[in-house]
């Protein structure tokens, strides 16, 4: 089993800063893919970011030349650095585990959430 922790949202002004961190525990060896996710209210979760172990990153529309994800290896933490904030950021945001085999095959794991609030 995989344990995700995030940490780090908040309230913050259009335009602020917000860095989230996901801290990995259990069989981390088995994983992939980290990525985060966020869903905000009445719509589907959506990908915003995601990085392989090989260090191959990809981001949303949405968030590219904003935001920035990046993994720490020896602390076993992914993290999201959220500059130029917008209103529509506004979600909880989820940070995700995938391990991933022959075939297409994979399976999820996910943090239990961090609210962050973009308004003024």
């Known amino acids: 089993q995989v344990q995700l922790v995030e940490s780090g949202g908040g309230l913050v002004q259009p335009g602020g800063s917000l860095r989230l961190s996901c801290a990995a525990s259990?069989?981390?060896?088995?994983?992939?893919?980290m990525g985060w996710y966020r869903q905000a209210p009445g719509k589907q979760r959506e990908l915003v970011a995601d990085?392989?172990?090989?260090?191959?990153?990809n981001y949303a529309d949405s968030v590219a030349g904003r935001f920035t994800i990046s993994r720490d290896n020896a602390k076993n933490t992914v993290y999201l650095q959220m500059n130029s904030l917008k209103p529509e950021d506004t979600a909880a945001y989820y940070c995700?585990?995938?391990?991933?085999?022959?075939?297409?095959?994979?399976?999820?794991?996910w943090g239990q959430g961090t609210q962050v609030t973009v308004s003024s």
């Open positions: 995700n585990g995938r391990r991933t085999w022959a075939a297409g095959n994979y399976v999820d794991y």
């Open positions: 259990g069989s981390i060896f088995s994983i992939n893919n």
């Open positions: 990085i392989t172990s090989g260090g191959r990153i």
